[in-house]
């Protein structure tokens, strides 16, 4: 609940496609964030924009199975706060403040904050990261991107969940009289949309201001609408209510849920997954979009359909995460756990063990084994993305597309998603 994905990179095109140097060769190249990587950091990949969103999940998702993550681990998360209690994607230097030119955004911060909070002890970080948040509410309830961007799905359910998990009511956090919730009501799709967009959510709205049903944004506004947050507790089975629910005008954002969780249940219904609709790509398995959406279902009760998309993902997502790193194995362990299947035996993988190995060395209390070195050495040499999600490779074929809009120089090789 992405950046969970890549609905949230289109949000920020605008912002830094303008950042973005022109290059006249697009080929991957060292940043200075890639010179020094922290040890403390999980994944081995440039951390210039997913840093504190992959680490976040890790711990997060450690955490949620009982391991305790790493002391220097945490503790670098919490340090890459800025004064003002927002978060950067990652900061090389946390000696240097923050200022006008430091990118923070709202979903590094959401995200940092669902961890901090769950791990406890870090009230005064949170607590600040939630001021900061707050006074980059948008007028509508929701939240953008980058401070002060149009609101989007995915943007204002992570923030949603960063508010109820820090022990918030999000329906009173409130600017100008509208809440999170009106604002995601707004992005519901109505009954009688065109196609097969009915009850679906959509990102933002298009240039003419029409909404467009996107499956990734659907799964974040289903968890968002519900008050949840990245990590979703296996629930009561309401599958056959959600087959059967004919869609129904959204009043309440409770039923905008369950008309978003119904779309996602017919999307889901062939194959048991998502596929990637990255303009210009092939169609192909979605595998993080997936896993989002089978917390999603479980968060509204429909585990039959969750749990047909998560035994999908137990035998085709091992090789994904292996590639795409820390948060990839994250959002499986949140799919996992959702649906109450087991992380430590997902197809024949031991997703714990497996984020375990792509951060610090200290053994973690719970795994299903203490981490062999050079096994977390080769699992990190596998990771060259860093980011579940694929947030920045999207990213970085987006500004690559764009007209007039310069590529990323650190631009690498990622799956996709907002």
């Known amino acids: 609940m992405n950046v969970r994905s890549s609905a949230a990179v289109l949000a920020a095109i605008a912002v830094l496609g303008a950042a973005a140097p022109a290059a006249a060769d697009s080929s991957p190249s060292p940043s200075p964030s890639q010179q020094a990587l922290p040890s403390a950091l999980y994944g081995e990949s440039d951390p210039q924009y997913d840093g504190v969103w992959r680490q976040s999940l890790a711990l997060l998702a450690q955490h949620t199975v009982g391991a305790e993550p790493p002391k220097e681990a945490v503790d670098w998360l919490a340090g890459q706060q ?106 519901a799709l109505p009954c009688d949309a065109k196609g097969d967009g009915a009850g679906a959510f959509a990102f933002q709205p298009d240039k003419k201001g029409e909404l467009v049903a996107n499956a990734d944004a659907t799964a974040a506004g289903v968890a968002g609408s519900l008050g949840a947050g990245l990590v979703v507790e296996p629930g009561k089975d309401r599958s056959g209510a959600a087959d059967d629910a004919a869609c129904e005008k959204a009043g309440t954002p409770e039923q905008a849920a369950a008309n978003g969780a119904a779309h996602l249940t017919d999307a889901l219904a062939a194959d048991g997954h998502l596929v990637s609709a990255l303009p210009g790509a092939e169609d192909q398995p979605d595998y993080g979009n997936t896993a989002d959406a089978v917390v999603a279902l479980a968060a509204q009760g429909a585990t039959g359909p969750a749990a047909k998309s998560v035994a999908w993902l137990e035998k085709n997502a091992a090789g994904w995460a292996a590639q ?55 699992a990190k040499e596998k990771d060259d993305s860093g980011s579940g999600s694929g947030v920045w490779w999207a990213l970085g074929i987006c500004l690559a597309a764009g007209a007039g809009v310069g590529v990323l120089v650190s631009s690498r090789k990622k799956r996709q998603q907002p």
């Not at 003002?84 to 200022?99: M, W």
């Not at 009230?123 to 149009?150: F, P, R």
């Not at 795409?324 to 997703?351: C, E, K, V």
Request: proline residues 4%.
């Open 82 to 187: 800025c004064a003002d209690g927002s978060f950067a994607p990652f900061r090389a230097d946390t000696g240097t403040a923050c200022d006008a030119k430091t990118m923070v955004d709202t979903n590094q911060t959401a995200a940092a904050v669902q961890a901090l909070a769950a791990l406890g002890g870090h009230d005064a970080v949170t607590g600040k990261a939630l001021d900061w948040l707050k006074s980059v509410q948008n007028k509508d309830g929701g939240w953008g991107y980058m401070a002060g961007g149009d609101s989007d799905a995915n943007s204002t359910s992570v923030v949603v969940g960063a508010l109820a998990a820090a022990g918030e009511k999000p329906a009173e956090v409130v600017k100008d009289g509208k809440s999170p919730y009106d604002a995601l009501l707004k992005l």
């Open 324 to 378: 795409s790193g820390p948060a990839a194995y994250a959002q499986l362990i949140f799919a996992a756990h959702a649906t109450g299947t087991d992380p430590r035996s997902f197809g024949g993988t031991d997703l714990v063990k497996k984020l375990a190995a792509t951060g610090p060395a200290a053994p973690a209390a719970g795994t299903s084994g203490e981490k062999n070195g050079q096994e977390q050495k080769d």
